[in-house]
């Protein structure tokens, strides 16, 4: 029975009734290497209060997704398992007002990211465990009231073999040889600080780990250990004395800007293959997609996204841990301000002075994205279930989010903002809040009524849209459906004019503006910006990137923008014109032909390592996605040269040089110009496997692997080729190259035999992604008949899948715009004959057949 969706109205009944004190869990990992064996044994202790006044036959349930339940004794009573399991819940009967609770049952390893994912390296062999729970998959581990506000003490204890490393949120107190398994121990942790069930974690295997000391700047706060957890086969790649400086300046920022000290004791970080985010927040613990090792070295945008990354999860300590929310409505605000706050401390402490420039330019276009399916929702989100709230960490939740409290600071303040957080974080440590509570101390501190803004901007969905108009000279707002005029949207932000001077563009002008909400914010005069005479300059509306709203140019302008914005000298100047021209081609606005003309012409100029790799990201798109293989074929063609041209050109090991090979080889799947290039790394690498280098280019697995996926889209390697390579190199990046490699042959059978090892093999969840990436290469010829097939599966993918491992193959496989049936139609078809589909599979599949009908209705307005 398929039970595992609990619903907002279950959690708040068990809210009113219980009260956990505390879990006791035994986790036995001791065959955990052996990958023939598919569960673990597990017992768990609960101990908790219930309200049993109002009534004497208080009932309630407990969830446990497992492979099997042994035993289940509620205050000394042996429950009967066939009675009183159903599911993924346990029945829990005649409550008394102090309840213990034991459960014994096996859990299962995953490999698909949720609960306890274990991967054996293909390099060494050697095992790795780690636990990803958010929102609510710490019940595959342990029995547990899976909800953020039953918050506990917890105490884990560990069995696994005497030389892993096993770690948890807390440090281990003891270690316990057991005679009759040698060479197996079982550690034990102290108890947590009362948190929620989702940031418990943990770690097991044959990590490699390097510590150190936090010793702070300011001695009212407490010296900290640090250790950083990664596979020996990536040892070399942890970059640790880096790494361990982000996190003590980070500590002591956000210990100072807080004014609270670091609550968790240790700052562990773990970097772990196979992970379905780019990081969690868990107390003590955090962990991290390896991802962020760089094995072929890293430029500066990597290095900055790392360093954001870090910043986020750290100020979750604080907003999120510390605090959590009560449920998951309230998700945005703990995930916006660690957006925010990421961007910030990577700015301020770490150094990284682009970083709201990556925010500005990449971060932002997700929440447009997002917010303008159907399926968008306000900021403050209804979320009914956790399978709603599983996909509402969205380009909403973060990005919208942190852009939306990115503007009220600048509406409220910096420091009276910070003053909130503090308040906040004192008035409700260890507990749970709601985003009222975070208004109240918010007005509080800066003495305004904050009600109305909350309305327009946080309960409201859809994007504002800010025009300049040169005549009536007034900058006019145009609100989404959701907002009524007698409403509005207030905004403070920045608009700068710009003359072309010997074909640059040098500022002339610039005007603060505060925009009122209602009525008269509908259009607001500029007069410190006079008009820009035609073909003469740009105005730039939102100029530093303050407020949350889609911009654009008129025709005179945009023809100066397209042919000169990459003049402008202040990167964040060249991120909003860049985001408001990609706006303009999602919108039809702008023919993805001249956008991609564009970044071909500041290819040479661009010296931003986050703007060079997001417009190479949105020119890949524009070619590949909104415009037709025939159309295609001349401008591809012509970016394609202008890509080779490039290359030769760049500073050896410059971020240039690493940025443009990737792109590159991305391009050379569907380019034989680069497909020469693709030949010459492959053939190099083969050649001299001892030389990490061709001319100053780091020849990592990823990258060459990205290379024979080229070559093997063209058909110049062969299934052999792949097998022999694979065994050669028996990497982690090697068998997801080789994946993806194998299905991006250019033959029909290739395709089929991807096809069902997608939908009938056991892959995990990378190797799935591998599969359906080379799936999605070639022409729509090779994949004729396979799409019926998709619609057909859809409900048992649903049936038979995680939310999580459904969602990947949903979105990895659904028709794109080039394939021989109407992707649309048949979207539209299965979404009017499954009105009683899942939500969340629904909401998945009408975001798919937005983008499809996007990308049709830009193909055909260009074409």
Known sequence: MRNDNLTAEEARFRSDLLEVDR??????????????????????????????????????????????????????????????????????????????????????YSRSGEGLHRFIDPEDGRTYLYTQYEPSD?????????????????????????????????????????????????????????????????????YHTVSALHRPDNDRFEQTTMSLYCRASMAVHMESDAIFDLVSKGLDFFQELFDYPYPWGKYDQAFVPEYNLGAMENPGLVTFTEAYLFPGGSTLAQREGRANVIMHEMSH??????????????????????????????????GFEESWVTFAHRRKGWAYTQDLYSTTHPVVADITDVEAAKQNFDGITYAKGAAVLKQLVAFVGFDRFVNAARTYFSRHEFGTAEFSDFLDVLEESCGRDLREWSRAWLETDGVTTLTYAPQPHVLEQR???????????????????????????????????????????????????????????????????????????????????????????????????????????RSGALNPRDYTAHVEKGLGAEQSATLLDTMLLHAETALLVYMSPTARHEPLSAFATAVAEQLPLCEEESDRQSILARHALILARHDVRLQRFAQELVDFAEKNPEQPRWNGLSLSDELVWSARTALAAHGALTREDIESSLGSTPSQHAALGAARSRAAQPHAEDKRRAWSSIFDDDLSNDLLSASASGFRIGPSSLRTGLAEDYFARLEDVWQKHSIGMATRIINGLFPGPDEDVDAVAGAETWLAEHGDAPRALRRELTERLQDARRAASIRSTWE
């Open 479 to 585: 609100l989404p459906d959701s907002v009524s005029e007698s409403l509005g949207r207030p905004h403070v932000l920045t608009i700068a004019s710009f003359r072309l001077e010997g074909g640059v563009l040098r500022e002339t002008a610039e005007q603060s503006i505060e925009i009122p909400s209602g009525p008269e914010g509908m259009s607001t005069p500029t007069d410190e910006v006079p008009p820009v005479e035609a073909g003469s300059g740009i105005v730039l509306v939102n100029r530093d990137d303050k407020t949350y709203a889609l911009t654009s140019f008129g025709e005179d302008e945009l023809r100066t923008a397209l042919l000169h914005g990459h003049t402008l000298a202040a990167p964040i100047d060249r991120a909003v014109l860049g985001s408001a021209l990609w706006s303009m081609v």
């Open 317 to 350: 300590m604080w907003f999120g841990d510390l605090v959590t929310m009560r449920w998951w409505s309230d998700l945005w605000l703990k995930e916006s301000f660690a957006e925010f706050m990421g961007a910030l401390a990577a700015e301020r402490a770490c």
């Open 23 to 108: 879990y006791d869990v035994d986790i036995d990992l001791t065959h955990a290497a052996d990958p023939s064996m598919q569960a673990f044994p597990t017992s768990t202790t609960v101990t908790f209060r219930a309200d049993t006044e109002e009534t004497t036959e208080a009932e309630t349930f407990i969830e446990y997704i497992h492979h099997s339940v042994d035993s289940v004794e509620l205050n000394g009573r042996r429950l009967r398992v066939s009675d009183v399991v159903e599911g993924s819940r346990i029945r829990l009967p005649g409550l008394a007002p102090t309840n213990t609770l034991t459960v014994r049952g096996r859990s299962l």
């Open 138 to 206: 710490c019940r595959r581990v342990f029995p547990a009231f899976e909800q953020p506000d039953l918050k506990a003490v917890f105490r884990f204890s560990i069995t696994a073999p005497e030389d892993w490393t096993v770690a948890s949120n807390t440090e281990i107190v003891s270690t316990h040889e057991d005679p009759a398994t040698p060479g197996v121990s079982k550690r034990v942790f102290a108890p947590t600080l009362r948190m929620s069930t989702y940031i418990t974690t943990l770690l097991a295997g044959q």
